[in-house]
C-alpha cells in the first residue's frame, strides 16, 4: 500500500495527471464542438455499404512555375518538419516548391505527422505522385483497429494494451509505394525521433542508424503514437513516436549528417516560433486548473522546441514556415486530420505557396549588390 500510494504522489507523474485533465477536456470540447470528428471515426472504423467516399483531388498544384532561387543551389540545404498529423500535407506542398525552384534537399527530418509524407518525397518520388498517392488514401485502408485487444482489455485488467490501432496496415499500403526501399538506399537522408518504452529514450532512424529499416516500417514507427497507434518492436523492445518528446528535431541535421548552411523549418504544431499559448488570467476563470493543465502538459515538449530552433538558428540560415494554423490539429482536430484526408489538399498548396514566398525572400535578401 505504501508503495502504490508513494507511486500515485510521486512529483514527476504530476504532467501525466495533468495530460488526462487537458485530453480529456480537449476531447470533450472538440467533440461537442465539432461533431464531424464522430462522422469521420465511424467512416474510419465502420464503413456503411451503401456509403458513397468523396473523389479525391489527387492532383493539388498548378502546373509548374519555375521560381528564380539566386545561389540557393549553392547553399546545402535541410528540410524540416515537426509533427502536426494530416496538416503536415504541407511538407509535399514545400518539396513541390523546392522542384520549381530546382532545389533538392541535402537532408530532411521529420517528425510523427509529417514521416507519412516525408519520407516518399527523400525515397525520390516527385512531390505530384506523392500527393496523389497520400490523397488516394482512404481512412478503412490504413486503420486497422485491434478489436479482439479491447474485447478483452477489461478481462485482462489492460495487459498488453498501448494502442487502439495495430497500424500494419499502414505500413502495408505505404509497402505498395516505396516497395522494400531501405533507409540507407534512399536519395536523400532522412530522419525520425523515436521513443523506447523499455529505456524511455529517444532515437532517430536514418540510413546512418538504421541503414537496413525499411522506409515503410521507419513510417509506421514514427507515427505509432501511444494510446492510438501500437508500438513497434525493434530488436529486443518496443517503440513508439518520438515526437511526444522532440517534437521538432534538429538533431539529425546537426550532428548526424553534415550540418547545412540553409534550412527550410515548417510548423505545424504550436504557434509562429514555438510561442506558448497565453493562459493569462487563468486564475480568475472557472475550473482554473484546466488552465493549467494545459500549460503543465505542453511545457518540456514546447521548451524543447524554441532551444532546438535556438540551436538551428546558430548553425545556419533558417526560413520558418507555418503553412497550416495550428489550431487546425488542436485537442480533437488532430485525430480528425488523420481520419478525414479532405484537407490535405489545401495543406500542400498552402506549403507550397509559403515556400515560394520564403524562398523568394531569401533570394531577395541574398541576392549580389551590382557592381558600379
Not at 220 to 235: E, G, Y
Not at 261 to 284: H, K, T
Amino acid at each position: 500500500m505504501g508503495y502504490m500510494l508513494g507511486a500515485a504522489l510521486d512529483v514527476f507523474r504530476l504532467r501525466q495527471y495533468f495530460n488526462v485533465i487537458t485530453r480529456t477536456r480537449e476531447f470533450v470540447e472538440g467533440v461537442r464542438e465539432d461533431a464531424g470528428l464522430i462522422n469521420d471515426a465511424r467512416r474510419a472504423l465502420l464503413p456503411l455499404p451503401f456509403h458513397q467516399p468523396r473523389e479525391p483531388d489527387l492532383h493539388p498544384f498548378p502546373s509548374s512555375q519555375p521560381l528564380l532561387s539566386g545561389d540557393l543551389k549553392e547553399r546545402r540545404l535541410a528540410l524540416l518538419a515537426t509533427g502536426g498529423s494530416g496538416a503536415l500535407a504541407s511538407v509535399v506542398g514545400a518539396a513541390r516548391a523546392l522542384e520549381e525552384a530546382g532545389v533538392r534537399p541535402d537532408v530532411i527530418s521529420l517528425c510523427s505527422g509529417s514521416a507519412l509524407f516525408g519520407f516518399p518525397i527523400a525515397a525520390g518520388i516527385p512531390a505530384d505522385e506523392v500527393a496523389a498517392f497520400t490523397l488516394s488514401l482512404r481512412p478503412d485502408e490504413y486503420v486497422d483497429v485491434d478489436w479482439r485487444m479491447l474485447a478483452s482489455l477489461i478481462p485482462r485488467v489492460g495487459t498488453g494494451f498501448a494502442g487502439i490501432i495495430r497500424g500494419e496496415r499502414i505500413e502495408a499500403r505505404y509497402r505498395q509505394l516505396l516497395g522494400d526501399m531501405t533507409l540507407g538506399e534512399m536519395p536523400i537522408p532522412a530522419y525520425a525521433p523515436v521513443w523506447n518504452i523499455e529505456e524511455n529514450r529517444i532515437e532517430y532512424i536514418g540510413p546512418r542508424t538504421y541503414p537496413d529499416m525499411s522506409v515503410a516500417r521507419a513510417i509506421h514507427m514514427a507515427i505509432a503514437l501511444p494510446m492510438f497507434i501500437k508500438p513497434v518492436m525493434l530488436r529486443n523492445g518496443f517503440w513508439c513516436d518520438g515526437g511526444i518528446v522532440d517534437i521538432f528535431p534538429v538533431q539529425p541535421v546537426l550532428d548526424i549528417e553534415e550540418r547545412p548552411e540553409l534550412a527550410l523549418a515548417i510548423n505545424g504544431f504550436y504557434p509562429p516560433r514555438f510561442v506558448g499559448e497565453n493562459a493569462s488570467g487563468w486564475q480568475d476563470r472557472r475550473n482554473s486548473i484546466l488552465y493549467v493543465a494545459s500549460q503543465v502538459r505542453t511545457s518540456q515538449q514546447i521548451e524543447l522546441a524554441r532551444i532546438n530552433l535556438v540551436r538551428l538558428e546558430r548553425e545556419c540560415d533558417v526560413m520558418m514556415i507555418e503553412p497550416v494554423p495550428y489550431t487546425k490539429v488542436r485537442g480533437a482536430g488532430f485525430y480528425r486530420q488523420f481520419l478525414d484526408t479532405a484537407e490535405w489538399p489545401s495543406f500542400m498548396r498552402a506549403g507550397r505557396l509559403e515556400t515560394r514566398r520564403a524562398l523568394a525572400a531569401w533570394s531577395h535578401r541574398n541576392q549580389a549588390s551590382p557592381s558600379p
